[in-house]
């Protein structure tokens, strides 16, 4: 009977942090498919109940996205540290992180309008830029610290910075315009964000003004907005690029990227 109730339980971890998906037809084989890792609801039944199974199965199943949130994200110490299991359980039995842990599983229960859009915003980057990979796309529960990790080919969505401008934490410790971005309908445009600046990021050997960093950032948006087929960015870096495609037509979105000079789009 133990036997039994152990498989039912391997199984029932299994469901939880994957996203069951139809086998694709014969003719779309060929195409990369984007689904979201539910990384989140293992993380959640880990921390709330300190079940050994969840822990194994984020160690094994999940390697590359617990090392980050350990030690990129909550920066709690080395993930193969002796005591960094009891630690990281430890510190989410704050009543804070505990309230936040139960709101996120409320509020994302249900992530199939999110998981559609990433897949049509995601297949629509890669039109334009058909050289770049496609990220496994999971999502997690940090601290309140970053809204997304880029690395290893892995974009990690943390949904504890996207539950929404009214949310009582986010009354207490950020502003207005921070929080009017912490948001539901934000996690795609910033997932397309955050990855189009990690593939064309400002190079570090440069010694670069702010005001080419606000450029670079309005041709992010730019994208951004093209690739979401939104409004999401209005400012007047974003303006500048969007006056500049309307007089270059002809310009791809990869020939935008590339550009360094922020001068030409003032031309």
């Given at each position: 009977m133990g036997k039994i109730y152990g498989i039912l339980i391997t199984i029932m971890l299994l469901c939880i942090g994957c996203q069951w998906q139809l086998k694709p037809n014969d003719a779309d084989s060929d195409k990369q498919q984007i689904s979201v890792q539910r990384y989140d609801r293992i993380e959640h039944l880990y921390l709330t109940t300190g079940d050994y199974a969840a822990l194994q199965q984020m160690n094994t199943v999940y390697p590359i996205q617990t090392r980050m949130l350990i030690e990129d994200v909550l920066h709690l110490g080395h993930v193969n540290d002796p005591d960094i299991n009891k630690k990281f359980l430890y510190f989410f039995q704050d009543s804070t992180l505990q309230t936040m842990l139960a709101d996120v599983q409320h509020q994302y229960a249900d992530m199939d309008d999110i998981s559609l859009e990433l897949e049509t915003s995601f297949l629509r980057l890669k039109e334009e830029l058909p050289e770049i990979e496609l990220p496994q796309i999971y999502t997690q529960i940090g601290s309140f610290d970053e809204?997304?990790?880029?690395?290893?080919?892995?974009?990690?969505?943390?949904?504890?910075?996207?539950?929404?401008?009214?949310?009582?934490?986010?009354?207490?410790?950020?502003?207005?315009?921070?929080?009017?971005?912490?948001?539901?309908?934000?996690?795609?445009?910033?997932?397309?964000?955050?990855?189009?600046?990690?593939?064309?990021?400002?190079?570090?050997?440069?010694?670069?003004?702010?005001?080419?960093?606000?450029?670079?950032?309005?041709?992010?948006?730019?994208?951004?907005?093209?690739?979401?087929?939104?409004?999401?960015?209005?400012?007047?870096?974003?303006?500048?690029?969007?006056?500049?495609?309307?007089?270059?037509?002809?310009?791809?979105?990869?020939q935008l990227l590339t550009i360094s000079d922020s001068t030409f789009f003032k031309k």
């Open positions: 809204s997304i990790v880029v690395g290893n080919n892995t974009l990690g969505i943390s949904l504890d910075k996207y539950l929404g401008a009214d949310y009582p934490f986010y009354m207490a410790h950020y502003t207005e315009e921070q929080r009017h971005m912490m948001d539901r309908s934000m996690i795609v445009p910033d997932c397309i964000g955050f990855y189009v600046l990690s593939l064309y990021p400002l190079p570090a050997y440069l010694q670069v003004s702010q005001t080419e960093r606000d450029q670079h950032m309005g041709v992010i948006q730019y994208v951004v907005n093209k690739i979401t087929e939104r409004t999401v960015f209005q400012n007047e870096w974003v303006n500048q690029v969007d006056a500049f495609v309307k007089r270059y037509p002809q310009m791809t979105i990869s």
